[in-house]
């Protein structure tokens, strides 16, 4: 059931026709290795996208009730925009971007984890929608490998561009931080100016 199938025929992940598993090149289209080496059907079943709608689902919902969690008494319920919305000192401490996180703090690798956060219960409803309804296409039509290098892609790209856009507009002053810095790294304490 789970195992490799080493005979047969299996369906080519690109024209949907039958082809032997052992073939080198589909005869229809001329995909190469169309039975992933007897893997094809095991790799079906997780789905088109192989798995990647769920896995970036169940971790953007698991960061967001760990935003919560991280303090509990700081969630906002002041309005509709701010339903169940995590403290900053907790989106600061998972990884939220910025120009302070971003050029006061060193805090580069924020691009990469802020695209898994979110700031209230609206805003994961709506992201995860769009998730769960433009995930599938874009791994169909560039494959599921080729999803999560866009996805990762367009998250580093976004927020590097929104940070630099805060550091030019606002003028985050970063000027002699650098040495403050080295004598004591930023505390969870430190992060009420965000």
């Known amino acids: 059931m789970f195992g490799r199938q080493k005979s047969g025929a299996t369906i080519c992940p690109s024209c949907g026709k039958l082809v032997g598993v052992q073939e080198q090149e589909c005869f229809y289209c001329g995909r190469r290795n169309p039975g992933m080496w007897g893997f094809s059907a095991l790799l079906r079943r997780a789905g088109a996208d192989f798995g990647f709608t769920?896995?970036?689902t169940w971790g953007c919902i698991a960061l967001y009730i760990a935003s919560l969690a991280l303090d509990p008494r700081a969630i906002g319920m002041n309005g509709l925009s701010s339903i169940l919305s995590p403290s900053t000192k907790s989106l600061f401490?998972?990884?939220?971007?910025?120009?302070?996180p971003v050029f006061r703090y060193d805090r580069w690798w924020t691009v990469l984890s802020a695209g898994w956060l979110h700031a209230n219960l609206l805003h994961i409803f709506f992201n995860?929608?769009?998730l769960r309804q433009l995930a599938p296409a874009v791994s169909e039509l560039y494959g599921a490998s080729r999803a999560f290098v866009i996805y990762t892609a367009a998250s580093i790209v976004g927020f590097l561009l929104s940070s630099?856009?805060?550091?030019?507009?606002?003028g985050i002053p970063v000027i002699g931080a650098r040495h403050s810095r080295?004598?004591?790294?930023?505390?969870?304490?430190?992060?009420?100016?965000?």
């Open 128 to 130: 995860l929608l769009w």
């Open 182 to 194: 080295l004598a004591h790294p930023p505390q969870f304490s430190d992060c009420w100016e965000l």
């Open 93 to 100: 401490l998972l990884g939220a971007s910025g120009a302070i």
């Open 54 to 56: 769920s896995i970036i």
């Open 164 to 170: 630099l856009a805060g550091y030019i507009f606002y």
